[in-house]
């Protein structure tokens, strides 16, 4: 079974072979390292697989292209009613960051150096991500624009529709307390 028991077994192991400087072994070790890591990180999710590839790489290059293959869309494939749908990416981007948010805020004593590289990955991360999803910051003035462009509704049309409802007598559509489909008791309606 692999567990941390083996790898603090196999790490210390490693280095000894490399303080008695029998390179064989030192070769053979690092190999059992790299396939046990390899069988580990299948066992965990995409997105924390990734994070630990991406802390195990010291090479900035190297980092930004496994994060790119990973939030890089895999194709389209069509449905069985001529439609297209997309094959999504190998790392769903939302869930990196979700996964890299639990990381911080889970393991809140680790060491600074450690920190240090998470913050580095997370922004690498942000920026191949705005770049893959042509994401660009704006500014209040341009969202104000788009939403009036768009004509999405304002939280404050939300509330004007909420208290005109109100002075009516009625609900606001979002206060139904009966949802679609049940009767007043709960029962579902057929």
């Not at 070790?29 to 046990?36: D, G, M, R, S, Y």
């Not at 297209?84 to 060491?111: C, H, I, P, R």
């Given at each position: 079974?692999?567990?941390?028991?083996?790898?603090?077994?196999?790490?210390?192991?490693?280095?000894?072979?490399?303080?008695?400087?029998?390179?064989?072994?030192?070769?053979?070790?690092?190999?059992?390292?790299?396939?046990?890591?390899?069988?580990?990180?299948?066992?965990?999710?995409?997105?924390?697989?990734?994070?630990?590839?991406?802390?195990?790489?010291?090479?900035?290059?190297?980092?930004?292209?496994?994060?790119?293959?990973?939030?890089?869309?895999?194709?389209?494939?069509?449905?069985?009613d001529e439609t297209e749908s997309?094959?999504?990416?190998?790392?769903?981007?939302?869930?990196?960051?979700?996964?890299?948010?639990?990381?911080?805020?889970?393991?809140?004593?680790?060491?600074?150096?450690?920190?240090?590289?998470?913050?580095?990955?997370?922004?690498?991360?942000?920026?191949?991500?705005?770049?893959?999803?042509?994401?660009?910051?704006?500014?209040?003035?341009?969202?104000?624009?788009?939403?009036?462009?768009?004509?999405?509704?304002?939280?404050?049309?939300?509330?004007?529709?909420?208290?005109?409802?109100e002075m009516q007598g009625q609900d606001a559509p979002w206060?139904?307390?009966?949802?679609?489909?049940?009767?007043?008791?709960?029962?579902?309606?057929?």
């Amino acid at each position: 079974k692999l567990d941390d028991s083996f790898m603090l077994l196999l790490a210390g192991n490693l280095e000894q072979a490399k303080k008695a400087g029998v390179e064989k072994a030192v070769q053979a070790l690092q190999e059992v390292q790299k396939q046990a890591i390899s069988i580990l990180d299948e066992s965990v999710t995409p997105e924390l697989r990734l994070v630990r590839k991406l802390l195990r790489e010291p090479n900035v290059d190297a980092r930004n292209a496994l994060i790119t293959d990973a939030f890089k869309s895999k194709g389209t494939f069509i449905l069985d009613d001529e439609t297209e749908s997309s094959a999504g990416s190998a790392v769903d981007a939302k869930k990196f960051v979700q996964t890299m948010s639990n990381l911080m805020k889970n393991f809140g004593n680790m060491e600074e150096g450690f920190q240090q590289n998470l913050k580095r990955i997370a922004a690498e991360a942000e920026e191949i991500a705005k770049d893959l999803y042509g994401y660009k910051e704006k500014d209040i003035k341009e969202l104000q624009d788009e939403a009036f462009e768009k004509r999405t509704v304002s939280v404050w049309e939300l509330e004007q529709m909420e208290m005109q409802s109100e002075m009516q007598g009625q609900d606001a559509p979002w206060e139904n307390p009966r949802a679609a489909g049940f009767d007043d008791t709960g029962k579902r309606i057929v």
